[in-house]
């Protein structure tokens, strides 16, 4: 049995919530010069050049890309052969949280009760899926998830008879209900399968893809390419002022589902599309 330290969790995880604000990833800034190359409105350019440029001068200068500095949301991979030594995962990922925002000064975006709304002080507590996987490593991945791109996400119990043209039409529905309130250009995360609570959670998961990464299986890769290109269609455009560029990426993860069920959950990233990954 592996042991892991608490401490270095809190770490870990207090660096990575600093990192996520302030160096956008890769695929990130990728997907956006590749844009550029598509993008027919000048607006939209524009919009692009100076998301290129927000990116630069947050790594650069060590400051958040956007004020919304996002929800911290977690999904760890325990090998069963890992111990935590010390304390508990979760307070371990919380004390992370609270140390890295804090120190990053980056903005406490979470309240402690959703009807009362006062705000804890410092971000926590974070949303953590834990799963158990063979082998003797921790795996942490994190997203600071903005709230305005959070809010246009849906989700949908549809009917079997629905078939493939009801979940397009969910799908796209949903893209083009959150117009310019999810900041765009946007990823698209979706989950299709399971029950209820599941779906939500396959669309969040599939969040934490690279950009252009597609899914295994064929025909799902064959979708995600198909709706990205409708959802690019529908003219919203960076940050919705029109153009092409309204999704970066669709992403879908799937999972099997009850004869009388189909459940699709979309779930909207914006462009500060923040996610970092440490293994232990
Ligand atoms: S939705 Fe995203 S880009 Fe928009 S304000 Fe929130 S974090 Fe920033």
Redesign the pocket.
């Known amino acids: 049995m592996r042991e892991v330290h608490y401490q270095e969790i809190v770490e870990k995880v207090a660096d990575m919530c600093q990192r996520a604000n302030y160096d956008l990833g890769e695929d990130v800034v990728n997907a956006f010069k590749n844009a550029l190359q598509t993008e027919v409105s000048e607006t939209g350019k524009d919009v692009l050049l100076q998301l290129i440029e927000n990116a630069e001068i947050a790594a650069t200068e060590r400051v958040p890309m956007?004020?919304?500095t996002?929800y911290a949301v977690f999904i760890v991979e325990l090998g069963q052969d890992c111990h935590i030594t010390g304390g508990s995962l979760y307070d371990a990922i919380n004390d992370g949280v609270r140390k890295g925002y804090g120190e990053g000064y980056l903005r406490n975006s979470i309240v402690g009760h959703p009807l009362e709304r006062v705000n804890t002080g410092d971000n926590t507590p974070a949303v953590v899926h834990v799963e158990m996987v063979p082998g003797d490593k921790l795996t942490i991945h994190m997203t600071a998830k903005?709230?305005?791109?959070e809010n246009m996400s849906a989700l949908k119990m549809l009917k079997p008879s629905d078939g493939l043209q009801g979940v397009k039409d969910f799908i796209l529905e949903t893209v083009k209900q959150a117009g310019p309130n999810?900041?765009p250009p946007i990823i698209v995360g979706v989950g299709i399968g399971g029950t209820f609570e599941k779906a939500a959670y396959l669309a969040k998961k599939s969040l934490f893809r690279p950009i252009g990464e597609r899914s295994s299986r064929p025909e799902i890769a064959a979708l995600e390419v198909e709706l990205m290109e409708l959802s690019n269609k529908l003219g919203i455009g960076p940050q919705g002022m029109g153009g092409r560029t309204t999704a970066l990426d669709v992403k879908i993860e799937i999972y099997p589902c009850h004869i009388a069920s189909l459940p699709v959950a979309v779930n909207i990233n914006?462009?500060?599309s923040r996610h970092k990954e440490v293994v232990l």
Do not use: E, N, R, T
């Not at 903005?146 to 791109?149: I, K």
């Open positions: 956007c004020q919304d996002g903005g709230g305005g791109s999810a900041c914006c462009h500060a």
